[in-house]
């Protein structure tokens, strides 16, 4: 079964920088219709951050992101990645990676994905 794992995680300061990665334990990545970043923080829903095409020619992001998120993959490497600057501390959650399931998926509903991650827990404090 395909098994995901998200790191890259850690503790900034608002303004800095992360990039999060979301590898799979077996090179079948590319055959699922998209990957997703969602996060959760204490006492909140988990939350739709961005996903990905297959391919990679469809990224998409929620709004509080756009303009500082970007999510990339390489295929090759059966990992995807999330670049995040100018962070804030409305970021701060455990970040979370996972699969679409189906063709008619919807990014912004978790419950189109599966194969969820570990998650890694990203901090941003003064």
């Known amino acids: 079964q395909l098994q995901l794992e998200e790191s890259g995680g850690g503790s900034v300061q608002p303004g800095g920088s992360l990039r999060l990665s979301c590898t799979a334990s077996?090179?079948?990545?590319?055959?699922?219709?998209?990957v997703g970043w969602f996060r959760q923080a204490p006492g909140k829903e988990r939350e739709w951050v961005s996903c990905?095409?297959?391919?990679?020619?469809?990224?998409r992001y929620v709004d509080s992101v756009k303009g500082r998120f970007t999510i990339s993959r390489d295929n090759d490497k059966n990992t995807v990645y999330l670049q995040m600057n100018n962070l804030k501390t409305e970021d701060n959650a455990v970040y979370y990676c996972?699969?679409?399931?189906?063709?008619?998926?919807?990014?912004?509903?978790?419950?189109?994905?599966?194969?969820w991650g570990q998650g890694t827990q990203v901090t941003v404090s003064s």
């Open positions: 990905i095409s297959s391919g990679g020619g469809d990224s």
């Open positions: 077996t090179p079948t990545l590319r055959y699922y219709f998209a």
């Open positions: 996972a699969v679409a399931l189906v063709r008619d998926y919807e990014c912004s509903e978790a419950r189109y994905f599966g194969s």
